[in-house]
């Protein structure tokens, strides 16, 4: 009878180490740099396109249609540059309406 209880309480044990674990993963989890949802919501849209118009420019063979992509892909190029800059900036607090 001895060995049941003890099996209990290892039981117990590793439970309350699970918990713990657990309660330190939230913990990394709410420390780390929270992103703006919409930000890279756009980042990832402006990766999609940028990789439909790569197929693009690898598929055509008319030169005026190679040189819109190749703008097109340069303005993208600009915009992931310039969003994921805004992205890395630390945000001020935002001072309250009056």
Request: hydrophobic share 35%.
């Amino acid at each position: 009878m001895g060995d049941a209880g003890e099996g209990l309480i290892d039981a117990d044990s590793r439970i309350q180490e699970r918990m713990e674990e657990l309660a330190r993963e939230r913990a990394e989890r709410r420390s780390e740099v929270v992103r703006d949802p919409e930000a890279v919501r756009e980042l990832e849209s402006i990766r999609l396109a940028r990789t439909e118009l790569q197929r693009q420019l690898d598929a055509t063979t008319h030169d005026r249609r190679r040189a819109q992509l190749t703008q097109a892909l340069a303005e993208l190029d600009k915009r992931t540059k310039a969003l994921e800059k805004s992205m890395a900036a630390p945000k001020s607090p935002k001072s309250p309406k009056k």
